[in-house]
């Protein structure tokens, strides 16, 4: 994911917490090796040298990221799209099959880069190993995507435009921030706005969510989209924007 893990949980014993944290590391890196866009081996990396009309093994992170990308491209009028314009395939050219080995099937030449929904996913199966192996709360926090759970009500610094920073507090939420004016901006995140061809309606934009995943991508629906369309967005998922003002 080109960026540090950080996982805080709390639960009924040490020994129990710390293989609680170990195995939302591993679930993690999973994610981070399964669709990173050019490693050998990877799901996206397969799917970028498929030929045609062949179907590729993923496995179930990929299907559940890739189909809710397919939505959310569908839902935004194809404002959001992870797919890098040279190659002429789009996130609705793929065909998902579900099954106990899922199934991916190119049918025009396509090249992914999830991006910032990749890392929102990852932190999403933390706070999902961690609640599975008996955590009752905890903290997952991957390079900006941040999600709490349970009875650990997170005081946070929110930066604003201009490097600006306000209190809020996240509580069994999670938190996305894209802010083009940013110093240092995390690795791949001002090539977002080049593979999808769009100028940024907005320079900034925060989102609480239920999930990571869902956070980090509307914030890009946000930036790219009419204001109008970013609200129905927000609605259609449960979040809300908490940017200054607020979106209407």
């Known amino acids: 994911m080109g960026t540090a893990l950080i996982v805080e949980a709390c639960g009924a014993a040490r020994e129990e917490v710390a293989a609680a944290v170990a195995a939302a590391f591993a679930a993690a890196g999973e994610v981070a090796a399964r669709l990173h866009p050019q490693a050998p081996g990877s799901d996206l990396r397969q799917l970028r040298d498929a030929p045609a009309g062949r179907p590729v093994s993923i496995c179930t992170a990929t299907l559940e990221v890739l189909r809710f990308a397919q939505r959310l491209s569908r839902l935004s009028h194809g404002i959001f799209d992870p797919c890098v314009p040279t190659r002429p395939g789009r996130i609705v050219d793929l065909e998902l099959i579900e099954g ?106 925060a989102v609480r969510a239920p999930e990571a995943m869902t956070a980090d991508a509307l914030t890009k629906c946000l930036l790219l989209g009419p204001a109008a369309l970013g609200a129905a967005l927000l609605g259609e998922f449960g979040g809300a924007s908490l940017a200054e003002p607020p979106l209407r």
């Open 100 to 205: 106990a080995t899922p199934q991916a099937v190119v049918h025009r030449p396509v090249e992914i880069d999830c991006g910032g929904i990749a890392k929102g996913y990852a932190v999403d199966v933390a706070v999902a190993a961690l609640r599975g192996s008996g955590c009752s709360a905890g903290l997952v926090n991957a390079g900006g995507d941040l999600r709490v759970f349970g009875a650990w009500p997170a005081p946070l610094l929110l930066r604003g435009p201009g490097g600006r920073c306000r209190p809020i507090t996240l509580e069994n939420a999670a938190l996305a921030v894209s802010d083009r004016d940013a110093r240092s901006p995390p690795s791949g995140h001002r090539g977002y706005y080049l593979r999808t061809g769009r100028a940024a309606t907005r320079r900034y934009a």
